[in-house]
Nanobody
Framework: QVQLVESGGGLVQAGGSLRLSCAAS????????MAWFRQAVGKERDFVAT???????????SYADSVKGRFTISRDNAKNTVYLQMNSLKPEDTAVYYC?????????????????WGQGTQVTVSS
């Protein structure tokens, strides 16, 4: 069983930055696909970013178009932690942000295909 615990959310003004962290338990963290999703009030859970393991022990990252160039996903395997650096935040980025883990090294932006989820952390961007 893998447990994910997010932290780092909060209230920030438009144009500001936040860094979210997701600490994971589990021995095979380095091979998991790790992702961030977000869910605004009254909306579906949307893909934000993913970091997928490749067999040469490198990682490939991908982003939703809405955050490309502003958000960066990274991971520290020694700490079993994945990060989401969010810059140039906009009011439309306001949502609960969730960390997710997929045991298989596939590229997917579909929430249902992830095996484990954190509890979420609120990000609020004021205008």
């Amino acid at each position: 069983q893998v447990q994910l615990v997010e932290s780092g959310g909060g209230l920030v003004q438009a144009g500001g930055s936040l860094r979210l962290s997701c600490a994971a338990s589990g021995r095979a963290f380095n091979t998991y696909t790790m992702a961030w999703f977000r869910q605004a009030v009254g909306k579906e859970r949307d893909f934000v970013a993913t970091s997928r393991w490749l067999r040469d022990n490198s990682y490939v990252v991908s982003y939703a178009d809405s955050v490309k160039g502003r958000f960066t996903i990274s991971r520290d395997n020694a700490k079993n932690t994945v990060y989401l650096q969010m810059n140039s935040l906009k009011p439309e980025d306001t949502a609960v942000y969730y960390c997710a883990a997929d045991r298989s090294p596939r590229a997917t932006m579909t929430p249902d295909e992830y095996d484990y989820w954190g509890q979420g952390t609120q990000v609020t961007v004021s205008s």
